[in-house]
């Protein structure tokens, strides 16, 4: 067991990491890694080496995740989405389910209950594939929006959608078949409204009393998205999902203090489990499984890739002011996940055993859909986003705080080399310049969740935070690391007052920028004084070399764009120069012609 936990996990990240480097969808990865694992060499059997405390895991696992999901589900984004997400998550679910039925009927031939409980199923798209895919796809808000709202609230929705079809067949021949199950509906929906959102609301009352300290808050929301789920499910069987995405949803708008530090932490938990969870339930697949796969079951997969989902989408957003370039991307875009397949593996024993034959079909159909979904769509998610023209505006933009003189100056050559620049200041008076030169600004607390919501933390590629305060820079840098990394938020050399008791440690604060520690008063005052920036191109004959020699002294490297590349920030420990870079460099006037014409951008 020691060996099998090992290699999952290690497995698991090693795959999150390659796609990284190779820009790959890492679910595809993922779900790779479990058949090499499993069912292909049979070095890990989680079945046999868990026993039955696999599904119990599993479950808690998924818990966690939807919380997660939950957490990141703001409800100012439903301002431009709530018609279209209300409609994919009401009349979207129900036109899946019975155009899925449908489909796994005819198509499929199974049988129409077993055909009703896949239907079911294949309503879950969970976070577990969506939200990996958009952070690879960087899709724009709107669109964004919709995939992870409609993902995270049909997961619960889909599972309980499966435990009340599968309650009904079991119970078909007792009669009061249909009054049971809407008892159950009720009783699920009660008890997570209760359980889930008194629980975050009296957990986000405690946080604010001060009733449980810095260190323990972390710990106490796992632990009561665990007692949540557990308690739920107890009162309801498969209600503890839903339970716990509601959980996520109130404490994520509740506007907490602590809010930030919490899902930095759900946020590194939850990659770990999904990867765990991806490679685990991949691996338990059985040759037996893949024998019963046979061509009315491929015949289905591509059905309710190409038939369902998008017909489903198409009917659920009529009249709900969805643009046709969303309709398609939507409507194509339904990887299923972990939740899809822990509920065909949980369903299909007892029903079999319950005389349903069909339903040994169960398992390799959902693992059908969420291989060829994960694989369709996680390799054409960028380039449909690409075609469709729904990405993101300005992935390579880069934000400068504070719009000082030199600032402006700064992003005023940036511009003119066809740079994506936007300056933002809370002072509205020093924004002026930049607007009336052509600039884009934003004028506002570079901290606020209004900055945030107005220009998309996927948008920004790296940050400059070049205001005349060194602490104010610092807690900008803190603020954007965890979305952009470490290695993409810069501010100027902190000179200090009276000694080191005044700087910042460098591991509170960004990178130092620029190749000389010049601080945010030398710059303005050497720009007073007449001091340029110039632009220069790094060419076969004007290599790194000469053109550091034709630097005057004092001069200062500000910026590198390489060719065809995104702006990096330059620094002490910056790279060295390469044929096609462009080099921005801020130089004493009576030097600024004497050096060569720039490259061309």
């Known amino acids: 067991m020691t060996l099998s936990l090992t290699a999952i996990l290690v497995a698991g990240i090693f795959c999150q990491w390659l796609a990284w480097r190779f820009r790959l969808p890492a679910i595809v990865l993922l779900a790779a890694g479990g058949l090499i694992l499993g069912p292909f060499t049979g070095w890990i059997q989680p079945q046999q080496d868990f026993g039955a405390g696999l599904k119990a895991v599993t479950s808690l696992f998924v818990a966690i995740i939807l919380f997660e999901g939950g957490l990141n589900l703001q409800f100012h984004e439903l301002r431009e989405t709530a018609k279209v997400t209300r409609r994919l998550t009401s009349v979207g679910v129900v036109l899946a389910w019975g155009i899925g039925t449908a489909v796994a009927h005819y198509v499929g031939q199974l049988d129409w209950g077993v055909a009703a409980l896949l239907g079911a199923i294949m309503v879950v798209t969970g976070p577990t594939v969506i939200m990996p895919l958009l952070k690879h796809a960087k899709l724009n808000r709107r669109t964004a929006s919709y995939l992870k709202w409609e993902g995270i609230i049909n997961d619960p929705i889909g599972v309980l959608l499966a435990v009340l079809v599968y309650q009904y067949l079991l119970y078909s021949g007792e009669g009061p078949a249909l009054g049971q199950i809407a008892t159950n509906l009720g009783l699920a929906i009660a008890t997570a409204f209760a359980l889930g959102g008194g629980i975050a609301y009296g957990l986000g009352h405690s946080f604010r009393r001060g009733w449980i300290p810095e260190y323990l808050k972390a710990p106490c929301v796992i632990a009561c998205v665990l ?9 309801q069987h498969e209600s503890g999902l839903l339970a716990t995405t509601l959980m996520g949803i109130v404490m994520g708008n509740m506007r ?3 809010l930030d530090e919490m899902r930095r932490f759900k946020e590194y938990l939850t990659l770990i489990l999904v990867s765990f969870l991806f490679v685990v339930l991949t691996a338990s697949l059985q040759m037996e499984d893949l024998r019963t796969i046979h061509l009315p079951l491929m015949l289905m997969v591509l059905a309710f890739l190409f038939i369902v989902r998008p017909l489903a989408v198409y009917l659920a957003t009529l009249g709900a002011g969805c643009n046709w370039r969303d309709r398609i991307l939507i409507g194509w875009i339904a990887p299923r996940g972990v939740v899809a397949a822990a509920s065909a593996g949980a369903f299909a024993p007892a029903l079999v055993d319950a005389g349903f034959d069909d339903a040994r079909y169960l398992v390799p159909a959902v693992f059908m859909v969420i291989f060829t979904t994960v694989i369709a769509h996680g390799f054409s998610l960028g380039p449909l986003t690409r075609l469709l023209k729904l990405g993101s505006p300005g992935k390579g933009r880069v934000l400068i705080v504070g719009a000082s003189p030199w600032a402006i100056e700064l992003g005023l050559a940036l511009k003119n080399i066809k740079q994506d620049v936007i300056i933002a200041d809370s002072d509205w008076g020093r924004l002026q310049n930049a607007r009336q030169q052509g600039l884009e600004t934003w004028f506002g607390e570079i901290l606020s969740d209004m900055a945030e919501e107005a220009m998309a933390l996927d948008n920004i590629y790296t940050v400059l935070a070049a205001t005349g305060n060194n ?16 290695h993409r938020v810069f501010q100027p050399y902190d000179s200090g007052s009276e000694g080191l ?21 030398e710059m303005w005052t050497r720009l007073i004084q007449g001091w340029v920036i110039r632009k220069t191109g790094i060419t076969e004959s004007f290599d790194q070399e000469k053109f550091l020699q034709s630097l005057p002294e004092g001069a200062v490297r500000l910026a590198v764009i390489p060719e065809n590349g995104k702006l990096e920030w330059a620094s002490k420990d910056g790279r060295r120069l390469q044929e096609g870079d462009t080099v921005i460099s801020f130089v004493p006037p009576e030097t600024a012609k004497e050096t060569p014409e720039p490259a061309s951008a």
């Open 227 to 235: 007692a949540v789920y557990a308690l739920a499910d107890l009162v």
């Open 256 to 258: 907490l203090r602590s």
């Open 471 to 486: 602490h104010y820079n610092s807690m900008v840098c803190n603020h954007y690391a965890p979305h952009l990394g470490r």
């Open 501 to 521: 008791k005044h700087i910042v440690p460098e591991t509170r604060r960004g990178i130092t920028a620029f190749s000389q520690p010049v601080s945010y008063a």
